[in-house]
């Protein structure tokens, strides 16, 4: 049974035009992960939520948002899409810190035209 | 603050044999230490980690992983490799002192030759 489910899989923008990608769990874990994966390279953390607490990385641009409304879901957005955005976006929860087990969405791989 | 280096790009090793992909940290002290695999088109799946105590980890499908504080690596290896073994292979290394997020290798992608 699917724990970390992301949907759409795959999304296709417009430069500039905002986009939402979802996440949601059904693990009951405290903290949710947004990472930025582009091709052959690593994971790269953008934010996460402590439940409510949000938690932005410093290089994280303003151009990125998140949403959580409740414990299950996580939403990313991208007000302004740029071509340099187009990556693979992971959702990952843990059960309280990052040194637990990260268990790891699907992805949505983001394209934008 | 701590990094971790996976000095090879891409290997390739025939089906049944052995296998070992390096991973190298740096972190003052006794890091956490953790090997996620990425089949195509998916997540990152946790194969095993190290905290603290035994320095040979055994994980899942078959993986194990030695931590050497000397050397300052934390090689993964199989004895013998499946062809669904080919993917790709994220060391990642996190702190007591900064749970919030853990940090990600480059990634090795490993191939079999049948």
């Known amino acids: 049974d699917a724990m970390v489910i992301q949907n759409p899989r795959y999304q296709v923008t417009q430069f500039g035009k905002p986009v939402t990608l979802s996440c949601s769990q059904t693990l009951n874990h405290n903290v949710m992960y947004w990472y930025q994966q582009k091709s052959s390279q690593a994971p790269k953390l953008l934010f996460h939520?402590?439940?409510?607490?949000?938690?932005n990385e410093a290089d994280t641009p303003d151009n990125f948002q998140s949403r959580r409304p409740n414990t299950s879901f996580c939403f990313l957005d991208i007000r302004s899409p740029g071509l340099g955005d187009a990556a693979m976006y992971l959702c990952a929860t843990s059960r309280a810190s990052a040194t637990d087990t990260q268990y790891f969405g699907p992805g949505t791989r983001l394209t934008v035209l | 603050a701590q990094s971790v280096t996976q000095p090879d790009i891409h290997i390739t090793v025939s089906e049944g044999a052995s296998l070992e992909l390096r991973c190298n940290y740096s972190y003052g002290a006794t890091p956490y230490l953790f090997w996620y695999v990425q089949s195509p088109g998916q997540g990152l799946q946790l194969l095993l980690k190290?905290?603290?105590?035994?320095?040979l980890v055994q994980g899942i499908k078959g993986f194990e992983a030695e931590f050497k504080r000397s050397q300052s690596s934390f090689n993964l290896r199989k004895p013998s490799v499946h062809w669904s073994d080919a993917a790709e292979y994220f060391c990642a290394v996190g702190t007591y002192s900064s749970a919030s997020k853990i940090i990600f290798g480059s990634g090795t992608r490993l191939s079999i030759r049948p």
């Open positions: 939520y402590y439940d409510k607490d949000f938690n």
């Open positions: 190290y905290f603290s105590g035994d320095t």
